[in-house]
């Protein structure tokens, strides 16, 4: 059983040491979690980027959010370049150990595309709208 599953049983207070649950999440072939950013206040969902241990580790860390870009094959942290970072108020796992959810105070938008949120396109009908102007 691992660490993950057996703490799908536990009773709420029940902790483990950090690290082992770091080393117990299931990371994929390419040693990543799927990481969803989420506005703390008003539980928007912003973002999904991908962290492995060492990105997660920083989050924790340093308290603001830090993600694995596949395409560059580094470390990024969130903002780094526009000043839009997420700070960070908590961080949890799901029941499976595959993803990670990241609550978070984000400074100006979320997106690339200076939008809020990435998920500003929405499905309506046969049709996909889109729900935000840049900022």
Do not use: I
């Amino acid at each position: 059983m691992s660490l993950v599953s057996e703490l799908e049983s536990a009773p709420a207070g029940t902790a483990r040491a950090l690290g082992e649950v770091l080393d117990a999440l299931a990371y994929n072939e390419a040693g990543l979690v799927a990481a969803v950013a989420q506005e703390a206040t008003s539980r928007e969902v912003l973002m999904v980027a991908w962290m492995n241990r060492e990105s997660l580790e920083r989050t924790l860390e340093e308290g603001y959010a830090c993600y694995y870009s596949r395409s560059r094959r580094t470390l990024w942290r969130k903002g780094e370049t526009s000043g839009h970072l997420q700070r960070v108020r908590e961080v949890r796992f799901d029941c499976d150990g595959d993803a990670v959810l990241v609550l978070v105070d984000q400074t100006g938008p979320a997106c690339h595309t200076n939008r809020p949120t990435c998920f500003y396109l929405q499905v309506d009908g046969d049709r996909v709208r889109v729900t935000s102007e840049p900022l």
